[in-house]
Nanobody, 128 residues
Framework: QVHLVESGGGLVQAGGSLRLSCALSGRTFSRFTMAWFRQAPGKEREFVAAINNWSSGTTSYADSVKGRFTISRDNAKTAMYLQMNSLKPEDTAVYYC????????????????????WGQGTQVTVSS
């Protein structure tokens, strides 16, 4: 059984930064493709960023976060991170960590239905 736990959310002013973490347990971490999605009230869940299990860690980002967010993973620590800089009020949402045991590349990496495992989410609120 795969278990994902997000942490690092909170309240921050516009222009500030947060770092989200996702801890994975239960399966061999290096074989997974992992991603961050977010969901704002009244909106559908949307793709934020993903990283696959090639040794180079190929990444993909939503246009809305390119240049501001950075996804990374630490196989030794079985963790994934999302560094979020220059945060905007429109970044306010619940952020979810997702994982799948298959190798996905863009644009498939951005499809929520391709991920079998999900965390419970962590709230990020950006005030103006």
């Amino acid at each position: 059984q795969v278990h994902l736990v997000e942490s690092g959310g909170g309240l921050v002013q516009a222009g500030g930064s947060l770092r989200l973490s996702c801890a994975l347990s239960g399966r061999t971490f290096s074989r997974f493709t992992m991603a961050w999605f977010r969901q704002a009230p009244g909106k559908e869940r949307e793709f934020v960023a993903a990283i696959n299990n090639w040794s180079s860690g190929t990444t993909s980002y939503a246009d809305s976060v390119k240049g501001r967010f950075t996804i990374s993973r630490d196989n030794a620590k079985t963790a994934m991170y999302l560094q979020m800089n220059s945060l905007k009020p429109e970044d306010t949402a619940v952020y979810y960590c997702a994982a799948d045991s298959r190798l996905w590349t863009a644009p498939v990496m951005g499809v929520p239905g391709k991920y079998d495992y999900w965390g419970q989410g962590t709230q990020v609120t950006v005030s103006s």
